[in-house]
Structure formats: structure tokens, C-alpha cells
């Protein structure tokens, strides 16, 4: 009856085609950025500042965020803080090569003890020969990717330090904060201070968005404080 139409219209909301495809594609783009998944190299030594920041950006951006140690399940970082990994790595590679990216923190024992990883050389090797995939380093980190041999012609930054930089021989030594280096498929940084920048050129390197995560950081307002 016309009662019962009437009725109908006022509880039902019909959302015109446009809107509905919009709304489809709003939540396969939220599906495929839950898919994304990234691993942070965790080793004794290694800057637990970066590390944590770096992890909890990657989660809020809604990716799967693995914190991988090549030592074991706790790891005891610079200055004393421990640090439970998610998992520890195995000889068994292949599991960990269907990650979207892999990040390196600073931290000079921790990078030391990362270069001293067979293991982890040759899983940076692989990421690096994968044209879908992403490698970041930060701070000293991106000297381990030098001991790795895959710095070659890509254009990068680390931690100001002339033992460092003579490093890179091989590659475009830049002093920007954050390099993402697209072509590739690099990204770095320089130290604790620039890990909320290098951690959100990660995110939007991945699809994610790391506008809403600045807001809620209030990230503008650091630049009240900077002299």
C-alpha cells in the first residue's frame, strides 16, 4: 500500500551508483592497505627510540608490522631498553620474503651486529633485486646496506658522520632529512630526530595515509619548538 512505501522510503537510504562505487573502492583501498606488511630489523644494540616510533607509525597506518630480531626474543637495545620481538629470525628465508618493505634503525652496535648477519645480508640482497619491494634505513642503518652491496647508483643519506658517509662511494651521498629514492625503491634518513618524517615517507611509499596520523600527532606543532 502507499503507507507501506512511504514507510520504506523514510527508513531505507538509497546512496546513488556514484556514491556506492565510491564507497567499494574507499574499502578494497582499506583492504589492500591491511595487506601491506613490513618488517623491522631488531638487533641488540640498535636505537630502541627509532625502532618503537617506527613500529607504532606502521601500525596506526593500519599495516601489518612485524618486529623481526636476529639476536633473540628480547632484545636489549643502546641504552638499556628491552624490546619483545614479534619473531626471531631462521635460516629459513623464504618466509620472510613476502614482506612489502624492510627497515633497518640506527644504533652503532645494533647495526654492527646486523652486518655480522649473514642471514640478514642476503634477505637485504633479495629485497633489493625485487622491483614491488621497499628498503629503508635510518640513521646508521644505511651502512649496513653498503656492507650488502646494494647502494650501488641509488641516491640516499644516513647519520652525519664521515665514517659513514665514505661508505657510500657507490651511490649519490645526499644531507636531505628524509631521500626516498623511487626509482630505487630506497628510502632513507639521518637519525633519532628525523623518525617521524622517515617513518611517514614509508607509510605513503606503501599507499597508507600519513595525514591523519600527522594530525593526531600534532606533528605541525614541532615546528614551534625547533630553534
Known amino acids: 500500500c502507499a503507507f507501506s512505501q512511504h514507510l520504506l522510503q523514510s527508513v531505507v537510504h538509497f546512496v546513488p551508483t556514484s556514491k ?3 564507497k567499494v573502492r574507499a574499502k578494497e583501498m582499506e583492504k589492500e592497505k591491511m595487506t601491506k606488511k613490513v618488517m623491522v630489523i631488531l638487533a641488540d644494540g640498535c636505537e630502541e627510540s627509532e625502532a618503537a616510533t617506527i613500529i607504532d607509525v ?6 601489518r608490522c612485524d618486529g623481526v630480531s636476529i639476536c633473540g626474543e628480547i632484545v636489549r637495545c643502546q641504552h638499556g631498553m628491552r624490546l619483545l620481538a614479534d619473531q626471531v629470525l631462521t635460516d629459513s628465508l623464504k618466509e620472510y620474503e613476502t614482506y612489502d618493505a624492510v627497515i633497518l634503525t640506527g644504533g652503532w652496535s645494533g647495526t654492527d651486529n646486523m652486518k655480522a ?6 634477505l637485504l640482497q633479495f629485497y633489493a ?3 614491488d619491494r621497499y628498503l629503508a634505513a635510518m640513521c646508521a642503518a644505511p651502512s649496513v646496506l653498503a656492507f650488502a652491496g646494494v647502494t650501488r647508483g641509488k641516491t640516499l643519506t644516513s647519520y652525519p658522520d ?3 658517509e665514505s661508505l657510500f662511494t657507490d651511490a649519490n651521498y645526499v644531507t636531505d632529512t628524509v631521500v626516498v ?3 630505487g625503491r630506497l628510502i632513507t634518513s639521518r ?3 628525523t623518525v617521524l618524517p622517515f617513518s611517514f615517507a614509508v607509510v605513503d611509499a606503501l599507499g597508507g595515509d600519513s595525514k591523519t596520523i600527522k594530525e593526531r600527532f600534532l606533528y605541525s606543532e614541532l615546528k614551534n619548538c625547533i630553534e
Do not use: I, Q, V, Y
Open 20 to 22: 556506492r562505487r565510491t
Open 58 to 63: 606502521m601500525r596506526r597506518a593500519g599495516f
Open 117 to 122: 648477519d649473514e642471514r640478514l645480508l642476503k
Open 129 to 131: 633485486d625485487a622491483s
Open 162 to 164: 664521515p665514517k659513514l
Open 181 to 183: 629514492d623511487e626509482k
Open 191 to 193: 637519525g633519532p630526530g
